[in-house]
């Protein structure tokens, strides 16, 4: 399985992004998927999370009813809607892939910087 994310830029603070992520390969051995992101200096944390079909989410409480994650697997693409971005939600955003037979794939990470 290969992840490709893709969307990230430079906005101002309050400003909309989408970013997507695009699965190849073995996607069929795809189960739970989810957004990380690492600032400079900080260690990677999940963003958001989303089940196999996508019946159930969860979020960081720091995006929680600014973000929105979803994935469709009829074409491998998950997806992360960022509405009213603060200037703390500067990092490289990676999407995340559990496998199930328990192996993880990463993205390579897409650069999202929000200007105040």
């Known amino acids: 399985v290969q992840l490709v994310e893709s969307g990230g830029g430079l906005v101002l603070a309050g400003d909309s992004l989408r970013l997507s992520c695009a699965a190849s390969?073995?996607?069929?051995?795809?189960?739970?998927m989810g957004w990380y992101r690492q600032a400079p200096g900080k260690q990677r944390d999940l963003v958001a999370a989303?089940?196999?079909?996508?019946?159930?989410?969860n979020y960081a409480d720091s995006v929680k009813g600014r973000f929105t994650i979803s994935r469709d697997n009829a074409n491998n693409m998950m997806y992360l809607q960022m509405n009213s971005l603060k200037p703390e939600d500067t990092a490289v955003y990676y999407c995340?892939?559990?496998?199930?037979?328990?192996?993880?794939?990463w993205g390579q990470g897409t650069q999202v910087t929000v200007s105040s």
């Open positions: 390969g073995s996607t069929r051995s795809i189960n739970h």
């Open positions: 989303i089940t196999t079909r996508g019946g159930s989410t």
């Open positions: 995340k892939a559990e496998l199930n037979w328990g192996a993880v794939r």
